[in-house]
């Protein structure tokens, strides 16, 4: 753990200290986490009774807090925190080198500074660039591409022809480049069409543990800059999807679709093949998308629908029973009142 | 890339040339994405105009295109596509041979033409079939069976005791063998119940990625010839799963239940366990089966009803609180309705 | 396979003998897969005819049955047969030793008894219990704890300074301690928040195959004692799992989400971040849960509701197209009711 005084801190983040600049923050926590020595945030107003309590010698917040010393003020609490975190414990990255016990082709080209650890297998006509780490067990396919500083998780593996680009991070046990699910029938049987196309990760891109990134039939898988993605989610094969944007775990996307930039599909979203989602569109979790989006709206739902629209019907849905009860009832009252006028006339006659 | 004639792709496809049989076709690609050498398809009408407007040499059609000089004319234009691709681009199939970086047991039997790559481990009593390969890091348990010409990809573990048939096709990191989810009570606490039986892949079986398999309590969990099976899907034990059917990513089944053939289970289904769905059923994504399915029948939503039913439903779903509404208004009219003779009643009292 | 006398067997479950004690057990079977010389079980009543007919040389049942000779009585048959086949059937756990196609760092401390099998590697600082088994190219990253009698299988992964209870199960390619996907904005940007903190699985945990355990953020994202979780789960940052809780395949708990004790999450559920579930709360398969849930209820639907309500309002579903339809014609109705009078009235002036 590296130690800084706040007024370090505040440089950093382009903050500014109210207190004593020259506390040394030795360490981070979270809120009632923290002992004296620690910097913690508190991301919002609720949080600053917690804050006022807490055993930290500093607090990153938009604006000072009564009973809090030390506040490193910012704009944007998560985002310093999220700096003063990487700048007090740098991330541990292995010694550059290539194991011994490595299976690395003559045929690859490796950059400067590259880590190949333990059983990690990088096939001919491969590159690998300045400064990346592959963990134990990871394996780059033939001809695969991957840029400068990419961290690759154990397990990893990039098959044939894939590009991965600068500053990616792949967690452990995920896999790019698998086949595309593909098929054409041939009477009942099921006929495998050849997968040729590659899958493209562009800079910045993070994948999440579990990940299944499918090739090309013929083209490319494309995940565009600086878009994340948690663990266990699904790509399928043709799939474009913007910058900026974030799909949570266990969500899957069906072939040939686009998502635009800056979109967030939630956990365990279904998107169908052969659609188009605009950016900036929220998709509430576990929600069907069957049909092309717009950008910028919010969907909820199976199918998904505008999401305060799905909202309002979730609410009446338990109630779906007692509608049933009062239409039979209407419709019993409404008989009766038909009947009544009749009956009436009967007597009136 | 292999070289051919239209004429000699003719041949090999059971169609017939309109146009120049004698063109050199060098490649393949998508209708947009084709340059002069290419062959491409349309698999419907639709895509006429796409592919007269194309670069490519050929197209493949079920009929002739106005516009397009050379037609290869079939019956099932993809059918003949996925064949012409693993034509003019052969699978690149690593060379035979066991890796000095394998750790393969004495008493493993390995057939001719087997290519074991680095870190792979075949454990004793092992069998693998001709022609089979295994990518880096597969392993295989004590007294699994892989038939010939099967491809594991990187990381694919087949646990002790599986059998897997001939021409199977698993993709990375998926685990077939794995214990199945069961316990029995002991009070709060659960214990494991032993995980004896194993699983059976026929013959043409696909998985995808991180494809979960569990082994039988007792017994056998079974995927029939020519299933194909997305990434990222769970078949849990004992279950058995009919011949040529697909299911779609993320897709799981539940416990001892039994799916048909020619079944298709969209993206992200979840089946219950001990049910039955018949032959040739198919089931809208994220839908959740419950209860037993008869044969040809498609079915959607949670619980799976008739798939014209659920349609129907959902789209009046969203109108919910409108519905409300108006039963709301409707019992106000009513009781106005009702109320108003005994008005006049008094009126006329 | 160990052979016992069906004594034997009732003195290791707590039962008593109907019938011949002495009678010689040598497997273990289905009701119908049985052959003479297994014992099988019948768990409830309603498997006892097919226990009668069985070929089985003893059933383990609650009670005598009719045509059965020989019954090994105990309370929780189920319970019994998994002590039974335990027993019949020990894992074949391999010897001791460290392969010499390991790579376990000199500054790992390996207990007594351990199996660390090929191209598993074990980094500086780590440590593995006695008796534990690390199946080939299970990966423990530096200063993980792994405690005894644990048993991790082909390609799991421990990242750095998680901790493993005693007597823990996990089965291929799952991932215990990958980042937590968290992310601060910076304008359209995401920019990682550091995740500095760990794992911790208490004793007795059992995670199936390609499970993802998220590391926290900041301190423990926590599994308690016994809690069984299937394939395929998602574990997001910071969640704490309270203790002999069950959670079915592919469901997904979002992040710093809290889990009570002895509760039941069926396949696919999804849960939302930052909530509280309480104890021994039962949620139905594919539910989302979205807000807190009170100990003890059983909930289903997405969002989730009482699962009684949730089933009274999805029977009714499928009947909103009919509902409408009622509506629009009580509208009708009512509304010529309504002129009726009017009508009359003309008449009558």
Chains 1, 2, 3 share one sequence.
Not at 110 to 131: H, L, T
Request: proline share 4%; charged share 20%.
């Amino acid at each position: 753990m590296a130690e800084k005084s706040l007024e370090e801190l505040a440089a950093l983040t382009g903050g500014s200290v109210k207190g004593n600049g020259k506390a040394r923050i030795t360490g981070f926590a979270s809120l009632d986490g923290a002992h004296p020595g620690d910097i913690t945030f508190a991301a919002e107003k609720k949080y600053y009774k917690a804050a006022a309590s807490s055993r930290a010698s500093a607090v990153i917040a938009a604006s000072g807090i009564e009973g809090v010393e030390n506040v490193l003020l910012v704009k944007n609490p998560l985002l310093a925190f999220a700096r003063v975190v990487a700048a007090l414990s740098p991330d541990d990255r292995p010694s550059p080198g290539i194991s011994a016990r490595a299976d690395v082709h003559p045929g690859a080209k490796i950059g400067k500074g590259v880590s190949i650890q333990s059983f990690c297998v990088v096939e001919d006509g491969s590159e690998i660039g300045d400064g990346t780490v592959l963990y134990p067990g990871v394996c780059i396919g033939k001809g695969a591409l991957v840029g400068a500083g990419c961290v690759l998780y154990q397990g990893v593996v990039i098959r044939e022809g894939c590009r991965i680009g600068d500053n990616v991070i792949i967690h452990c046990n995920s896999v790019v480049g698998s086949d595309g699910f593909g098929y054409a029938r041939d009477g009942a049987k099921y006929v495998k069409v050849p997968q040729r196309g590659i899958v493209i990760l562009a800079e910045d891109v993070e994948l999440g543990a579990c990940v299944t990134v499918d090739r090309a039939t013929i083209g490319e898988t494309v995940i565009g800059r600086g878009t994340k993605i948690d663990n266990l989610v699904q790509i399928a094969h043709n799939v474009k999807i913007g910058e900026d944007t974030v799909i949570v775990a266990q969500a899957g996307i069906a072939g040939s679709t686009r998502v635009g930039s800056r979109a967030q599909l939630g956990g365990q979203v279904g998107v169908a093949g052969h659609i188009t989602i605009g950016d900036e569109v929220g998709v509430g979790a576990q929600s069907g998308v069957t049909g092309d989006l717009p950008s910028r709206g919010v969907f909820s739902g199976m199918p998904a629908i505008p999401h305060g629209e799905w909202l309002r019907a979730a609410v009446v849905f338990p109630k779906l029973p007692e509608l049933k009860k009062k239409i039979a009832e209407l419709e019993k009252r409404l008989a009766e009142l038909e009947e009544g006028p009749k009956g009436q006339k009967g007597q009136e006659g």
